[in-house]
């Protein structure tokens, strides 16, 4: 008898025990789960506007340059000139409806001459103008988280306002002394903001800022002598400020500085040079800026993938 007649009514059961190792208990092998990629990081962009008087106008051209290249801050800081500009454009206002509105404006809209007051102009004037262009809108209502930085005059503080009155912000933020009167508010006298905070670098980053775009305006001493109160004033201030101004720019992550020295502090009618201006330095510095926003969010986006 052959080897397969022999083994023939065994057949059917080695079949079963082969089906039985192969579908009876082995589980199928489950399909790769698809590797999901960290979330992309969302960096916050921080813009510190500096004080400056009539210099301010130049923000606007700054302001025109980081959006023309599709750069669109999420905060933004201001400090004298730098808060009146910072609080319109955290308003709403798109760079051109800032430079309309920049052209519109005549000093006379914002002093209120009052002699023998503790300064020469009230500055209610200013108030009320920028409430009428925020539509009078409180700071934390604003389309655009923003601070106005002051300086409190019983102390010295620094001071951040993030709530309240815009407009009485804006005014204490701008209260040159000798030349505004104290503001009041809660009890407490404001001045300045430029004699702690010439560019608000750190309120910027109070804001959540991570990468902080800061335009330096301040007058800078050239051994020449300004003329007029109001020149002689700011230059002061810049003075003051200049030591503490220059540790806070340090903080920041790239510095725009317009070329506006050669503009009064009172020179409102070089408003159009000076907008040029800040379009200029704006757009020779948009290389760097675009390289360290890169950079950083690179640095970032690693330590999103580390801790995913």
């Known amino acids: 008898m052959s080897a397969i007649h022999r ?5 059917p059961l080695l079949a079963s025990l082969v089906l039985c190792a192969c579908f009876g208990t082995t589980k199928p092998t489950p399909p790769p789960a698809p590797l999901v990629p960290p979330p992309v990081v969302k960096l916050r962009i921080g813009l510190a506007l500096g004080g400056g008087a009539a210099k301010g106008f130049a923000h606007i051209g700054v302001i025109k340059m980081l959006e023309a290249n599709g750069i669109r801050p999420d905060v933004v800081a201001g400090t004298s000139a730098g808060s009146v500009v910072g609080s319109l454009y955290a308003s709403g206002m798109d760079p051109f409806q800032l430079q309309e509105t920049a052209y519109a404006l005549d000093q006379a809209n914002l002093r209120d001459v009052r002699l023998f007051s503790g300064g020469v102009v009230q500055g209610q004037k200013l108030q009320d103008y920028v409430n009428q262009q925020v539509k ?12 106005a930085v002051a300086t409190q005059l019983e102390t010295g503080q620094r001071t951040v306002f993030v709530r309240g009155n815009t407009g009485q912000a804006v005014r204490a933020s701008s209260s040159v002394p000798g030349v505004f009167e104290p503001v009041e508010i809660n009890g407490k006298h404001y001045i300045d903001g430029g004699v702690v905070s010439p560019v608000p670098v750190d309120a910027a980053r109070q804001l959540g800022a991570d990468v902080v775009i800061a335009v330096d305006i301040s007058s800078k001493a050239d051994g020449t002598n300004p003329q007029g109160v109001f020149n002689i004033v700011g230059q002061s201030i810049s003075i003051m400020g200049q030591k503490l101004g220059e540790q806070e720019l340090a903080r920041a ?55 995913h």
């Not at 083994?7 to 057949?11: I, T």
């Not at 009078?136 to 601070?147: G, Q, S, T």
């Not at 050669?262 to 408003?271: L, M, N, S, T, Y």
Request: aromatic residues 4%.
């Open 136 to 147: 009078n809108r409180p700071l934390d209502k604003l389309a655009v988280p923003f601070a």
């Open 253 to 307: 992550d790239i510095v725009i500085r317009p070329k506006v020295n050669q503009i009064g502090a009172a020179d409102f009618e070089q408003k159009n040079q000076a907008i040029l201006e800040g379009e200029r330095a704006a757009l020779a510095a948009m290389p760097a800026i675009k390289a360290k926003i890169a950079a950083i969010q690179a640095a970032h986006q690693q330590q999103a993938i580390a801790a």
């Open 7 to 11: 083994y023939r009514p065994l057949l």
